[in-house]
Structures are given as C-alpha cells and as structure tokens.
C-alpha cells in the first residue's frame, strides 16, 4: 500500500510543478483564464503570492512565489529520484533535513531581520536542498515500508546471556 501511496504523492508532484509553469504560460498565450485561476487558487492554499517574489512567465507571475516554485521542482525531483536511487534511508534523516533547511531559513531570517533581500534566485537556489531532501526522503520512507521483511537488512550486534 505505502508503494501505490508513494507512487501517487509523486505523480501528483510531478503533475503539480508542471502546472505551476503551464498556469502563466496558458494564460500569455491563449487567454486561459479557467485553468490559470485554478491553479493560482490552489497555490494560493500554501504561498502568499506575492508578486514581486514570484518568477515571471510569458509576462504573468507564476501561481507560486520563487521559493515554493523551487521547494516543488526540487521535491519532485528529489521524489524521481527516490525511485531510482538506493533502497536505504540514510541514519540521520532529520539530521539530513535540518542541514538542507539551513540555506533556506538563512534567507528568511535574513529578510526578517532586513538585513538583505536575496531576490529571487537567491532565495529559490536557496530551498533547492530542503526541497530534494524532503521529497527523496518521503518516498524512500513509503518504499521501504512497502518492502518485504526479508529485503530490509538490520544489523544487530550479538548480545551475551549472562548465566
């Protein structure tokens, strides 16, 4: 179950970045305003769309400001990925997590702070690793729980019987 689980979060990973390029492109072009305004509604669900921190494409900004345009690119990458990297989880997944989070919370305290306004490459370079790591970690999570326990290795020092 976990494998279809997984199969499907990443298939709608995948189907998601693409719509958040095709939303402005579709509008530029050809006028699509149904399709456009869904999906700018749907990102609206989890970014604040601020224009000036969004990518610009065929002259429209994007559904998504530039950081939550690279955290979805990357963990639908990072979730392709999983399914063809290796079956194990690294031993520190948070610890892998926490270090990826690092440049992107570094350009939010920064910006909170107003100490700098990285613009938006800079940020979206930024949240490239916590996306990646979040999206690879996820799936390898859901398929190594779908794997039989005779495929998943545990390596257990012997222990004494005090007698």
């Known amino acids: 179950m976990e494998r279809r689980v997984a199969l499907f979060l990443t ?3 995948v189907l998601w970045t693409a ?3 095709f ?6 072009h050809t006028g699509e305003l149904t399709v456009s305004r ?9 970014c604040h769309q601020r224009v000036e921190r969004s990518f610009v494409m065929g002259g429209r ?6 950081r939550c345009t690279s955290l979805y690119v990357s963990g639908a990458a990072g979730a392709l990925a999983a399914w063809m990297g290796l079956p194990l989880m690294p031993r520190r997944t948070r610890a892998a997590i926490v270090a990826a989070a690092v440049p992107t919370v570094a350009t939010i305290v920064l910006e909170s702070a107003g100490l700098a306004q990285p613009g938006n490459v800079a940020r979206a370079m930024a949240a490239l690793p916590l996306g990646a790591a979040c999206g690879w970690m996820f799936v390898r999570m859901l398929r190594a729980e779908a794997a039989p326990h005779s495929q998943v290795v545990e390596k257990v020092s012997p222990t004494r019987e005090k007698g």
């Open 38 to 46: 869904a999906i700018r509604a749907a990102g609206a669900l989890v």
């Open 19 to 21: 719509a958040i390029f």
């Open 61 to 66: 900004p994007m559904p998504v400001c530039a």
């Open 11 to 13: 298939s709608a990973a």
């Open 23 to 28: 939303a402005p492109l579709a509008h530029a």
